[in-house]
């Protein structure tokens, strides 16, 4: 199999259920903008057919969700292309609309760069240390469509979030990746 056919499979891997539902209890995500029917997280969610990059999510989150609380919308972007979801993250932050995004942890690209202009928090996905010694691995495994989780993933991830009052805070954090899966 081609890397390129890998990365396109990848696309379609959901989040891992326990690292989205500790994040959902901070945010409360109103939306899922970048799943499938089979692998969205929450209720309002869309898909690539629905091309969420083709419409302004401010306006579309505030006409479907009431109240006047900052929102908040869930983001695990195809990672074979994650600019056009990152300049995204920044328009919807400029309008007021928070986005907590998940990608590969790798400041050598440009769309982490893209990102830092606007970036609040960067929060990187690190190891536990293992109570006989050393550590264990601080990468996530993505769940595929047979709903089976995807161990050996190459790559550790970050999870960047654009707070629509915090332009370009850029706090980072290291969290060790049981912090995710044992509050959850």
Request: aromatic content about 12%; charged content about 20%.
């Given at each position: ?25 901070e945010?409360?995500f ?5 799943s ?7 209720d ?21 969700v ?10 695990n972007?195809p ?11 920044k ?42 010694g050393?550590?264990?691995?601080g ?16 790559k550790?991830q970050?999870i ?19 912090q ?5």
């Open positions: 199999m081609t890397d390129k056919k890998k990365e396109k499979i990848g696309d379609n891997w959901r989040s891992p259920k326990p690292l989205y539902t500790t994040l959902d209890r945010f409360n109103v939306a899922d903008m970048a499938s029917h089979e692998n969205a997280l929450c309002t969610h869309f898909t690539e057919e629905d091309d969420s990059l083709s419409f302004d999510w401010a306006q579309m989150i505030n006409a479907l009431l109240g006047n609380q900052t929102k908040y919308v869930w983001l972007p990672y074979s292309n994650p600019m056009p979801w990152i300049k995204k993250a328009e919807s932050q400029e309008n007021g609309l928070g986005v907590v995004m998940l990608l590969n942890h790798d400041h050598s690209v440009g769309w982490f760069r893209e990102a830092l202009s606007h970036v609040s928090e960067i929060r990187n996905i690190i190891a536990d240390e293992k109570e006989t050393g550590y264990s691995s990468r996530i495994a993505f769940i595929n469509g047979d709903n089976q989780p995807i161990n050996g993933n190459s550790p970050t960047l979030v654009f707070n629509p009052f915090k332009i370009g805070a850029q706090v980072t954090s290291y969290i060790p990746k049981s995710f899966y044992s509050a959850a």
